[in-house]
């Protein structure tokens, strides 16, 4: 990548993103905005049990009903019935049974909305009920019939992951102290502000299809719609319109429906919308995976760990979907940013009836970094020293080996600057000692805090490339195109000022269009926070290689070498002479000289061993989450009173973006941490709504303090790395230790909900002392 250190004109500067106007204006179209001639509403028949056999089905009646296009049922699915990005495991339509109770049976398509719901009831379903298995420990036990005949002790494929370092045994046997603890984590919904929404357009010819929707990976959907429909993939066109949120939840999700919408588009011959209301959206969406994890810690007496070792069970519900890789992550990351010796982590994915478990912000991330870092915090507390302490003694410095034994030599390791950054913004030290004295009243306070280190982009689950096209027109004005989507997040303002700096031109020329998989190039899914990374890579890459086309034109022009002409701040410049963008770019298109290139950006490359070791990640960013709480004694009530969070993201490419990043993501670690549950009764989710699926509001995070923190690295584009995932991976550890040190009692299950703050467990000392024991 291009010097780090070079001056800057957009590229970290807080500029207005781009398309802020059209969003306060409400003239942004979003998918449910979308109107055709002739146009269809679809509705779907949701499975009326989490697990039963499919014993017949009758859609007549709902067929002959007037007004009615078209029905579908797995029946008339021309091609593969399933789906799936790791294991195409997850079926469009329950055809033979019902595996959770998000599954659809049929879809129907009509004149009008509620002549579409009156066919849906009309369906006839004759069901089998069959034992439902509600978790991981009914997972386990492998009572009745499993979730998928191919995996009878109900694990998902290609789930178990493994990191191995050192001699587990010796580590323990050196260790003063040895600790063990459980702690899981629940399901937790997206609950992104749009529901889901597409409209299929069949193509005037045959077996053509047109896709438009809130989609957050438009390549994935057009994979599935060409294996669904059994046609090309040039055939499928699937355009992204504007998506009101996602957070990994509008990938599998939308696969289906998109899929669904088209089979009911193609079969009527008309456009087919299809929009989830809010109880189908949380019915149907996968969510983030529940873990179980059994912690044991090993340590010296002055604090420093000698081993740890972890199990791992995620609830991958009904199907695969990105089990895999949520795990292969959670190894990696599930032993945290410390100089451990000795490690040993197992994990693996189980099928249950539940809702199905995929992408959500953090990618298993947030539910180990729960697990270690309320570990490393009850370990100070056996030790008796501060949980600042325990942490500056085993924190990763740059040139240590990581816990999967990567060395850190390329980028600053960065984990001793923000712990002590974010603790200074909260005054950390001074409310730690305050907070350990006896309390009076029955309102207490406590503070906590929790470090994480992240691996950027996809790391050893496959090959990571960014792509981009840029043209300049010959008016000057710029197009910038890649697969990576916008979803709230800022990229395309991202993009768009590392496109514009590479090229040397402002980035009010730029017009960076919604994603079209006929018009862009595939950069991989949107995911794993590898947008500003790999997308940044790529248009970079493609601005320079158009700021040097336009150089050595004009250098041929004038009769000087290449090398001394350079472009930057819209002007062209020379020994001797000068000119405008605009003039250099009329010059270009006088002499045929095409301005349009195509930008690539492949991921350094690591090397990984099956054994469970090596080079995880190519690079990773580092943060620090401290906070203060204050606890109800009498309810368990807790109010989040501030927070501070510091985040090393290489370089901010628009510092204001971040800190919105830093501040929406701590916000939903307080959901994580203290409200979000599915109340989840035989697989069935009772929470079906935001009445009684609760999250935070901006009353229950309190004031954040957000701290960026700058050590450019060489692999990103201008030093730029990620922020989205790594800012929502810390809140609830950090929140829950400071219950702890409010109450005197530790929940170790999350969310920690009224009933547990003041049931918890009592802090109490109940390690093994000495290697003997």
């Known amino acids: ?90 079926y469009v339509l329950a055809g033979d049974k019902t595996r959770y109770h998000g599954d659809v049976v049929a879809v129907v398509a009509a004149e009008d909305a509620e002549t579409a719901e009156q066919a849906v009831r009309l369906i006839k379903v004759e069901y089998e009920p069959l034992p439902v298995i509600d978790g991981i420990e009914a997972a386990l036990a492998c009572r009745g019939e499993p979730v998928h005949g191919a995996s009878p002790d109900n694990v998902t494929p290609d789930s178990a992951k493994i990191v191995r370092k050192g001699d587990i045994a010796a580590g323990f046997a050196e260790a003063d102290l040895i600790l063990e603890r459980d702690y899981s984590t629940q399901f937790v919904e997206h609950a992104y502000i749009e529901p889901e929404a597409v409209v299929a357009v069949p193509g005037p010819r045959e077996r053509q299809i047109t896709v438009n929707g809130s989609i957050q990976a438009p390549f ?27 957070f990994g939840g509008k990938l599998d999700t939308m696969e289906v429906l998109a899929v669904r919408a088209a089979l009911l588009a193609l079969k009527s011959g008309r456009p087919v919308r299809l929009v989830q209301e809010r109880e189908e959206s949380i019915r149907e969406s996968h969510k983030r995976h529940p873990f179980k994890m059994h912690y044991k810690v090993g340590a010296k007496q002055d604090g420093r760990v000698t081993a740890m070792q972890v199990s791992i069970l ?24 410390y100089h451990i010796p000795n490690v040993w982590m197992d994990a693996k994915g189980l099928y249950t009836n539940n809702p199905y478990t995929g992408s959500m912000r953090g990618f298993g991330s947030p539910q180990v970094v729960f697990g270690v870092e309320s570990l490393m915090t009850e370990l100070a507390g056996e030790l008796g020293i501060s949980p600042y302490e325990i942490r500056r003694i085993n924190a990763l410095r740059t040139n240590d080996r990581s816990t999967t034994d990567q060395l850190l030599d390329k980028h600053t390791v960065s984990v001793q600057e923000v712990m002590d950054k974010a603790a200074a913004a909260l005054d950390f030290h001074n409310k730690w000692q305050e907070y350990n004295q006896p309390q009076t009243g029955n309102k207490r306070r406590g503070v906590g805090l929790a470090l994480s280190m992240r691996g950027v982009s996809l790391g050893p689950e496959g090959l990571d490339v960014g792509r981009a096209v840029i043209q300049v027109v010959e008016d000057g004005s710029v197009v910038v195109s890649t697969g990576l989507t916008e979803q709230g997040q800022g990229l395309r303002t991202v993009l768009s000022q590392i496109a514009a700096e590479a090229l040397g031109v402002g980035v009010e020329r730029i017009y960076y269009p919604d994603t079209d998989t006929c018009r862009c190039p595939d950069s991989g899914p949107t995911e794993a926070s590898r947008g500003t990374t790999m997308g940044g890579g790529a248009c970079q890459d493609a601005g320079l290689k158009l700021n040097r086309i336009i150089c050595e034109a004009v250098a041929k ?36 000289v095409t301005l349009m290139v195509v930008g690539e950006y492949i991921a350094p490359e690591i090397v990984w061993h099956e054994e469970g070791y090596g080079e995880a990640y190519f690079t990773y960013v580092y943060a620090c989450q401290a906070a203060e709480v204050e606890v109800d004694l009498g309810t368990g009530k807790v109010g989040v009173i501030r927070a501070a969070a510091a985040h090393d993201v290489g370089r901010a490419v628009n510092p204001g973006n971040v800190e919105g990043q830093i501040c929406g993501g701590f916000a939903m670690a307080a959901g994580f941490a203290l409200l979000e549950d599915l109340g989840l009764e035989g697989a069935v989710a009772r929470h079906a709504n935001f009445d009684e699926y609760l999250i935070p509001t901006s009353l229950d995070v309190g004031d954040i303090t957000a701290l960026i923190v700058e050590n450019p690295d060489a692999a990103g584009p201008y030093g730029a790395k990620c922020i989205g995932e790594a800012a929502t991976e810390l809140g609830a550890p950090a929140i829950v230790s400071a219950i702890a040190q409010a109450t005197g009692r530790r929940v170790r299950d999350l969310p920690a909900s009224l009933e547990k703050v003041l049931l ?14």
């Open 1 to 90: 990548m291009e010097d780090a250190k070079q001056p800057l004109h957009t590229v970290n500067k807080r500029l207005p993103r781009i398309d802020a106007y059209e969003k306060v204006t409400g003239r942004l179209r979003f998918g449910a905005d979308l109107k055709y001639p002739g146009m269809l509403y679809g509705k779907q028949l949701h499975a009326a049990y989490p697990h039963a056999r499919i014993l017949s089905l009758d859609t007549a009646a709902a067929e002959a009903l007037s007004g009615v296009a078209a029905v579908v049922t797995a029946a008339d699915i021309p091609g593969q019935p399933t789906i799936g990005g790791i294991v195409q495991d997850q």
């Open 220 to 246: 994935n959907v057009r994979r599935s719609l060409s294996r669904v429909l059994n046609i090309p993939q040039n055939k499928a066109t699937v355009i992204q319109q504007a998506i009101g949120g996602t």
């Open 314 to 337: 995620s609830d991958a519900g009904a199907y695969t979907s990105m089990t895999p890789s949520v795990n292969a992550r959670g190894v990696v990351q599930g032993c945290g940013p």
């Open 557 to 592: 022009e004038y009769g000087v070498a290449a090398d001394q002409v350079t472009l930057a701040n819209e002007v062209v410049g020379w020994p001797g002479g000068r000119m405008s963008f605009d003039r250099a770019v009329r010059l270009c298109a006088e002499r045929g």
């Open 760 to 773: 918890g467990h009592e802090l109490s000392r109940t390690a093994k002392r000495g290697s003997a024991q």
